[in-house]
């Protein structure tokens, strides 16, 4: 059973289009993240949504938006996507407490030509 | 900034036991050290954490000091599968919901048959 699961795995596309990406947890956990590793592998968080409301956004431009439709659910859209876009997404999920370790998805390579 | 400092790299023959230093001498009294590994480009996997109690688990031990300065984290049998980059973090919590995990730079472990 696949406790935080992203789609898709890859994603190649052009620049100026428009991409989402899915997340789902079946953990039951309250909140969810999206970080982003770029190509120096520096792993940074860009998101978090606790209970649907926005927690964290680390100064992530206004294309990239988040959306909850329920507490197992962050879907990452992008929009007017760029050659910087360019990274591995990662979803991940925890409860709303520091006691509670995160659980991460095995990420969306998002390739933008 | 990452609120913790790691060697680079370390190497370890393989059987022998992993002992991966950490330094967080900022640390809160309501901060928990957590630590994570990254295999390639996989999610990040969460490994143990603690907040001033040695830890041990089916994966590792934690071993925090007494002023809570430092940690180290114990791969009891290290195995090839173990070479990975390995993410001490401190994790502050908001109150308002929890904070995400910031990722420093690791060490990069390599296990050596």
């Known amino acids: 059973d696949t406790a935080v699961s992203q789609t898709p795995k890859y994603l190649v596309t052009q620049m100026g289009n428009d991409k989402s990406i899915k997340c789902e947890q079946n953990l039951g956990h309250d909140t969810m993240y999206w970080y982003k590793q770029d190509s120096k592998k520096f792993l940074k968080i860009m998101f978090s949504y606790n209970n649907k409301e926005l927690i964290i956004n680390e100064t992530v431009p206004n294309r990239f938006s988040p959306k909850s439709p329920d507490k197992a659910h962050l879907n990452l859209h992008i929009n007017s996507l760029e050659l910087g876009d360019s990274a591995v997404y990662f979803c991940?999920?925890?409860?709303?407490?520091?006691?509670?370790?995160?659980?991460f998805g095995n990420g969306t390579r998002l390739t933008v030509t | 900034d990452a609120k913790t400092t790691q060697p680079p790299s370390m190497d370890c023959a393989e059987g022998r036991a992993a002992n991966l230093p950490c330094n967080h001498s900022?640390?809160?009294?309501?901060?928990?050290v957590y630590w994570y590994r990254q295999i390639h480009s996989q999610g990040p996997q969460y490994i143990i954490h603690?907040?001033?109690n040695n830890e041990t688990n089916e994966m590792a031990s934690l071993i925090i000091t007494e002023d809570r300065k430092s940690s180290t984290l114990i791969l009891p049998h290290a195995t090839l599968r173990d070479t990975a980059v390995y993410y001490c973090i401190v994790r502050a919590y908001s109150g308002g919901g929890a904070d995400g995990l910031t990722f420093g730079k690791g060490t990069h472990l390599i296990i050596q048959p």
């Open positions: 991940a999920s925890s409860q709303a407490t520091a006691n509670s370790p995160l659980h």
């Open positions: 900022t640390i809160s009294g309501n901060e928990y």
């Open positions: 603690g907040l001033k």
